[in-house]
């Protein structure tokens, strides 16, 4: 059985992970992120007439955000006692809930913890 734990890093994730795991027990696991970036991409807001971000502070909060991502991934691994190299983890940009459905028929997974 493939699962695939998805995981924002909170106490929350990591105990669905866990109990997902002693349940399932399966034999093969993806470990995935979601990043909601698009804060990054700040389009202004309040009538302003351009972005409240430069471009490059755009693109630092962008690699920002992905940086907690990785860490995310690869605290829940070694908090659930996966080996990092032995789990296929996947950061996504995107909304929740429509990247998880699509990263589950990515990798074919028979089932999703959440």
């Known amino acids: 059985m493939h699962a695939l734990i998805a995981t924002d890093g909170s106490e929350g994730s990591l105990d ?28 202004g807001a309040g009538g302003f007439a351009s972005n409240l971000l430069t471009p490059e502070e755009s693109d630092q909060a962008r690699d920002a955000i992905l940086d907690e991502g990785d860490d995310d991934l690869a605290a829940t691994a070694a908090a659930i006692g ?31 913890v959440v």
Do not use: C, F
């Open 82 to 112: 996966l080996d990092p190299s032995a789990v296929d983890t996947r950061l996504v940009e995107g909304a929740s809930g429509q990247m998880i459905v699509h990263v589950a028929g990515e990798v074919d997974a028979d089932v999703i």
């Open 16 to 43: 669905a992970a866990r109990k997902g795991l002693e349940l399932l027990s399966p034999d093969r696991v993806t470990l995935l992120t979601v990043a909601d970036t698009s804060i990054a991409e700040d389009s």
